[in-house]
Nanobody
Framework: QLPLVESGGGLVQPGGSLRLSCSAS????????IGWFRQAPGKGREGVSC????????DYADSVKGRFTISRDYDANTIYLQMNSLKPEDTATYYC???????????????WGQGTQVTVSS
């Protein structure tokens, strides 16, 4: 098992920013591709962004391009999702996932975190 932990969620006003973090205490993430997904109430899980283990092959869902940025810090063993210009439709539970294939589909990943709630509201 790979105990992924997300943090950084919260309540933010429209137009605001949040930075989500994904880490795994006691386990290196260096060799894993990481994906960020989100799920809003009553909706399916959506791939938001992904990054290869080598820091390349970055991709974003069209709905977040230009607003979200994924990055990884190997020293900190952490993957970040910087979210700017947040909109109410970004409200969801955000999950990070790890696997050996990079992509925006849930089936690319084998390990999942418990999620962190992001609420965008005035």
């Amino acid at each position: 098992q790979l105990p992924l932990v997300e943090s950084g969620g919260g309540l933010v006003q429209p137009g605001g920013s949040l930075r989500l973090s994904c880490s795994a205490s006691g386990h290196t993430l260096d060799y894993f591709a990481i994906g960020w997904f989100r799920q809003a109430p009553g909706k399916g899980r959506e791939g938001v962004s992904c990054i290869h283990s080598n820091g390349g092959n970055i991709d974003y869902a069209d709905s977040v391009k230009g607003r979200f940025t994924i990055s990884r810090d190997y020293d900190a063993n952490t993957i970040y999702l910087q979210m700017n210009s947040l909109k109410p439709e970004d409200t969801a539970t955000y999950y990070c996932a790890a696997g050996l294939r990079v992509g925006l589909e849930a089936y690319d990943y084998d390990y999942w975190g418990q999620g962190t709630q992001v609420t965008v509201s005035s």
